[in-house]
T-cell receptor, first 115, second 110 residues
Framework: GAVVSQHPSWVICKSGTSVKIECRSL??????MFWYRQFPKQSLMLMAT?????????EQGVEKDKFLINHASLTLSTLTVTSAHPEDSSFYIC???????????FGSGTRLTVV | RKEVEQDPGPFNVPEGATVAFNCTYS??????FFWYRQDCRKEPKLLMS???SGNEDGRFTAQLNRASQYISLLIRDSKLSDSATYLC???????????FGSGTRLLVRP
């Protein structure tokens, strides 16, 4: 079945630094990638939608200059949290949609802790 | 008003019990609906799609009432392994965005 590999699974970084999270589709082409954030005991909140080769579309309230999304190829999308602060500590997860199937394939998530 | 609303629980039930979860959605134009399961600190996994005619998968039954904008999930003969958070999810067909409810936590005790 379709697999999305997400790395790192967890990361601890200092306040002010940047962190890059990668999602790779291993056996299919991800035409669209969705990036979510989940705070403890809360729902997955959609941050942005990216289509291969074009700029990401951000949800209301999500700072595009802080959360940089790149979807340069059909198998790789990245989310970079720039100048991270403790309030950015959360569970970040990607979900890929391929052209050849109707299913959504989720990455395993990245737990970010900013200290 | 949230787009997808669920009772957060937790529902604490003994093994073998039947438990029902409810969900309401606000966008009447929504076309596709799902139940996902999420274990602690893991990604959500698709449990089942929800159709107007109702659908069953083993011990799980999902139902959709479009007039009331209401979705349900029934779990019969609960197992310890059913302990998880159950997420009600609505697909925005025009954008392919999945909108998640906040989830209902289920604890099945021996």
């Amino acid at each position: 079945g379709a697999v999305v590999s997400q790395h790192p699974s967890w990361v601890i970084c200092k306040s002010g630094t940047s962190v890059k999270i990668e999602c790779r589709s291993l056996d299919f082409q991800a035409t669209t990638m969705f990036w979510y954030r989940q705070f403890p005991k809360q729902s997955l909140m959609l941050m942005a939608t990216s289509n291969e080769g074009s700029k990401a579309t951000y949800e209301q309230g999500v700072e595009k200059d802080k959360f940089l999304i790149n979807h340069a190829s059909l198998t790789l999308s990245t989310l970079t949290v720039t100048s991270a602060h403790p309030e950015d500590s959360s569970f970040y997860i990607c979900s890929a949609l391929g052209a050849e199937s109707y299913g959504y394939t989720f990455g395993s998530g990245t737990r970010l802790t900013v200290v | 008003r949230k787009e997808v609303e669920q009772d957060p629980g937790p529902f604490n039930v003994p093994e073998g019990a039947t438990v029902a979860f409810n969900c309401t959605y606000s966008n009447s134009a929504s076309q596709s609906f799902f139940w996902y399961r999420q274990d602690c600190r893991k990604e959500p996994k698709l449990l089942m799609s929800v159709y107007s005619s109702g659908n069953e998968d083993g011990r799980f039954t999902a139902q959709l009432n479009r007039a009331s904008q209401y979705i349900s999930l029934l779990i019969r003969d609960s197992k310890l392994s059913d302990s998880a958070t159950y997420l009600c999810v609505v697909l925005m067909d025009s954008s392919y965005k999945l909108i998640f409810g906040s989830g209902t936590r289920l604890l099945v005790r021996p």
